[in-house]
């Protein structure tokens, strides 16, 4: 700049200032057009500030040719004051901008602050709520007369009452929490597997606990956590109240029986001396139209009255003595086999009578064993009579006598209705009476097996049962020797 005069210096710095200037105006101009649109009406001071610019860029131009100073002076005075209003509307902007959003932030933080603080009153009445519940709920479950214990999936205890801590025999719950359940009851059972499963249905099983029965429940209590509830039920109880029932309707049976007891029998009793009197008077007339075939049938019928009349009586005195505490057995030594192949000989004309066969087999010819002629006589009897009662015609009955060392069997069975296995554990019993006895046309009042039994214990014997139905029963009478 030294080496050029004043004149030449004063063009440069103008031609500069209106190249600089050009510039800015045309990059400007480009910049709002391009953008158009991105001012808000609040900013139009920036166009105005760019208007007087460009007034101010042409005033300078031609006032180097013009004097137009005082122009120019007015035009810096509305630039300056049009550029200071657009500062300070900026800064206003812009700080009103911050404040509102500042404003609305806070708001909203307010907001959900108070949200929070609502949900953290809802929280806390539902945690309440819960709380007292849980209360009522362990107040309930302590209450209750059964055992009760909640168990996780992986069998550790989480609560019990008080009746449970009393069978495991624990003095407080924190004993017991988070020990395993197998520690203080044995199942005999994966009950990891039930644990697991709860959630298909609950399930139950039946231990031994301290001599007694008990049924374990298993309920689902949580499926996400596979938690289950098990509910202890003492069943002794129960038992005992079944048996007591079904005791109370034996003797009520019983007593009904006894009740019509003396009726039945003097009726059965009548039925045989009627037909034997009706004989014995046709037999008069028969006896003087010389018809012997006749007779012989009459003789017949009345011997086998004669043997149900026996049979009855037989009964009524072994039961009476039985009842009494009377009866002794008058034991001596002698063939068991050829005593008992007399006696059926005896029996099988009536056996035959009814159409049913009988037959004999036996180990040995001779077999000495102690036994009471007379009791073993009535105990054959009841036996073959109660075979007749349920064999039907062209039906066998057999009797089988065994040899061993230390006992003699005699067996006696048929090929009859057979037995229930629920009436052959009552069979003996006194006035017990199956109900194949009601579709039966034979009578009976539950004292013949009644008296067998007990005349088989009085020779210290003993009598067993085998019967399925359908296909017959043996009775096996053991004599030992």
Do not use: W
């Amino acid at each position: 700049l030294s080496l050029i005069n004043n004149i030449i210096y004063k063009n440069f710095v103008y031609l500069l200032y209106i190249i600089t200037t050009a510039v800015l105006l045309i990059g400007t101009y480009r910049y709002l057009n391009i953008n158009k649109g991105i001012f808000n009406k609040k900013i139009y001071l920036l166009k105005l500030n760019l208007n007087i610019i460009t007034i101010d860029f042409i005033i300078r131009i031609f006032m180097k040719n013009i004097e137009i100073y005082l122009l120019v002076d007015i035009v810096n005075v509305i630039k300056l004051l049009i550029y200071t209003a657009t500062i300070v509307n900026i800064a206003k902007e812009n700080y009103n901008f911050i404040f509102k959003e500042t404003v609305k932030t806070n708001k909203k933080l307010e907001e959900i602050n108070k949200e929070i603080i609502e949900s953290n009153y809802k929280l806390e009445e539902a945690y309440r709520k819960l709380k007292d519940r849980h209360l009522v709920y362990k107040s309930f479950l302590g209450c209750l007369p059964d055992p009760i214990v909640i168990i996780n999936n992986n069998l550790r205890i989480s609560y019990c009452n008080s009746n449970f801590l009393k069978i495991i025999e624990k003095e407080n719950l924190r004993e017991v929490v988070n020990r395993r359940i197998d520690n203080y009851i044995d199942f005999n059972i994966d009950i990891r597997k039930i644990v697991v499963d709860i959630n298909k249905g609950p399930y139950s099983t039946t231990i031994d606990k301290d001599d007694k029965k008990v049924e374990v429940r298993f309920f689902s209590l949580n499926g996400e956590e596979s938690e289950c509830i098990l509910l202890l039920k003492d069943l002794t109880e129960e038992i005992k109240l079944v048996s007591m029932k079904e005791e109370l309707e034996s003797i009520k049976m019983k007593e009904e029986i006894k009740k019509n007891f003396l009726s039945n029998i003097s009726h059965d009793l009548k039925i045989p001396i009627s037909v034997i009197y009706s004989a014995i008077q046709l037999e008069k007339i028969l006896i003087e139209n010389n018809d012997i075939e006749k007779i012989s049938a009459y003789n017949e019928i009345s011997k086998q009255n004669c043997f149900l009349l026996t049979k009855f009586a037989n009964n009524l005195i072994d039961t009476s003595k039985i009842d009494s505490e009377n009866l002794e057995a008058n034991l001596v030594l002698d063939n068991i086999v050829e005593f008992v192949e007399d006696y059926l000989d005896s029996l099988s004309t009536h056996i035959k009578s009814k159409g049913i066969n009988i037959l004999f087999d036996t180990d040995e010819e001779e077999i000495y064993v102690y036994f009471d002629k007379e009791m073993m006589q009535r105990v054959i009897l009841n036996l073959v009579s109660n075979s007749l009662k349920f064999t039907n015609e062209n039906g066998t009955i057999f009797i089988n006598i065994k040899d061993s060392e230390e006992e003699v069997l005699i067996e006696v069975g048929d090929t009859g209705i057979g037995m229930s296995k629920e009436f052959i554990k009552k069979a003996f019993k006194k006035y017990e009476v199956e109900d194949r006895v009601k579709n039966n046309s034979s009578t009976g009042f539950g004292v013949g097996l009644f008296v067998v039994y007990n005349l088989i214990k009085a020779q210290n014997g003993d009598v067993e049962i085998i019967s399925d139905i359908g296909k017959g029963t043996i009775f096996t009478i053991k004599l030992y020797k």
